[in-house]
């Protein structure tokens, strides 16, 4: 089992859907990242969370560390924001504190 | 410079030569992190650096793979003999200190071996 999960793995939605991407994880963590990646290009960091809410224009990250789960928003989504969205998390074990693990990632497409 | 730059973009290798990738951080950025990704996979940790110190090398997959960043800047990735395992993206990353903020990611070396 890997120690973060992502779903769907696969989203197809039509422009201007509300979309939620979910993650969950197995270990303790002391932040939880968002990442955006573009066919072809490098990650872009939305998110890094520790805890409650954040929000960034069309894009919101929530976390619930209880649940070691975490979910990120896109609200009107538009083509554009298709990509793999990808969540990595910072473990709190000892070692290595600020390298990730990565979720597989979730391929968004947004049609017209 | 404004990101981290990674190169060459694209590499390709025959089985059995040796590669070098270049990874040059954010200017001041204290740790440097390698990744592997391999195609429809997440990232897969590889090795870190605090300034030129490798502290953690626990990723890497095999004797065959040797990261240095002599200076604590300018980080290279070199893979001996290279497999078609080797096949993959590889990422850069660094931060400005040791806690993950501000982590930023090059665009990566896509590397296939033939």
């Known amino acids: 089992k890997n120690e973060v999960e992502q779903s769907p793995q696969n989203l197809t939605a039509q422009e201007g859907e509300f979309i939620t991407i979910n993650c969950s994880y197995s270990?303790?963590?002391?932040?939880l990242h968002w990442l955006q990646q573009h066919p072809g290009g490098g990650i872009v960091s939305l998110f890094m969370?520790?805890?409650g809410k954040k929000k960034h224009g069309r894009l919101i990250a929530t976390i619930n560390i209880q649940e070691k789960h975490s979910s990120l928003h896109i609200t009107a989504s538009h083509p554009r924001d298709s990509a793999v969205y990808i969540c990595?998390?910072?473990?709190?074990?000892?070692?290595?504190?600020?390298?990730?693990?990565f979720g597989t990632g979730t391929r968004l497409q947004v049609t017209l | 410079g404004a990101g981290v730059s990674q190169s060459p973009r694209y590499k390709v290798a025959k089985r059995g030569q040796d590669v070098a990738l270049r990874c040059d951080p954010i200017?001041?950025?204290?740790?440097l992190f390698w990744y592997q990704q391999a195609l429809g996979q997440g990232p897969e940790f590889l090795t870190y650096?605090?300034?030129?110190?490798?502290?953690?090398k626990s990723g890497l997959p095999s004797d065959r793979f040797f990261a240095e960043r002599p200076e604590g800047s300018v980080s290279t990735l070199k893979i001996q003999r290279t497999q078609q395992e080797d096949s993959a993206v590889y990422l850069c990353?660094?931060?400005?200190?040791?806690?993950?903020?501000?982590?930023?990611f090059g665009s990566g070396t896509r590397l296939t071996v033939v």
């Open positions: 990353a660094s931060s400005p200190g040791t806690g993950g903020l501000g982590y930023t």
């Open positions: 270990v303790g963590i002391s932040a």
């Open positions: 990595a998390v910072r473990s709190q074990a000892t070692g290595t504190a600020s390298k990730l693990t």
């Open positions: 650096f605090q300034n030129e110190a490798q502290l953690d």
């Open positions: 969370l520790s805890s």
């Open positions: 200017s001041g950025h204290v740790s």
